[in-house]
Nanobody, 121 residues
Framework: QVQLVESGGGLVQPGGSLTLSCVVSGSIRSIGGMGWYRQAPGKQRELVAVISSGGSTNYADSVKGRFTISRDNAKNTVSLQMNSLKPEDTAVYYC???????????????WGQGTQVTVSS
């Protein structure tokens, strides 16, 4: 089984910064794409940023230039550096990972439990 543990959420003023981290643990053979999604109250979950196993990144237009996704393959970790935060960035942020378990030959998609980010003065 694979577990995702997120950390780093909280309350921040507009213009401030936060860094989210997600550690993947368990019976892991390989990790593929990793990413962050968010869901604001009353809205659908949306992609924020993704990073491939090779390091290629893709961002939602709304966060380009403000957010940076990165991964540490040695530590099975994906991070999201969020700068110049706006009230509209307020949401629950979810880590998402494609992982291949030991003894398996296919990737399975996993979600973290979510971490709240609130941008307010």
């Amino acid at each position: 089984q694979v577990q995702l543990v997120e950390s780093g959420g909280g309350l921040v003023q507009p213009g401030g910064s936060l860094t989210l981290s997600c550690v993947v643990s368990g019976s892991i053979r390989s990790i593929g794409g990793m990413g962050w999604y968010r869901q604001a109250p009353g809205k659908q979950r949306e992609l924020v940023a993704v990073i491939s196993s090779g390091g290629s990144t893709n961002y939602a237009d709304s966060v380009k230039g403000r957010f940076t996704i990165s991964r540490d393959n040695a530590k099975n970790t994906v991070s999201l550096q969020m700068n110049s935060l706006k009230p509209e960035d307020t949401a629950v942020y979810y880590c998402n990972v494609w992982s291949m378990a030991k003894g398996s030959s296919r990737y399975t998609n996993y979600w973290g439990q979510g971490t709240q980010v609130t941008v307010s003065s």
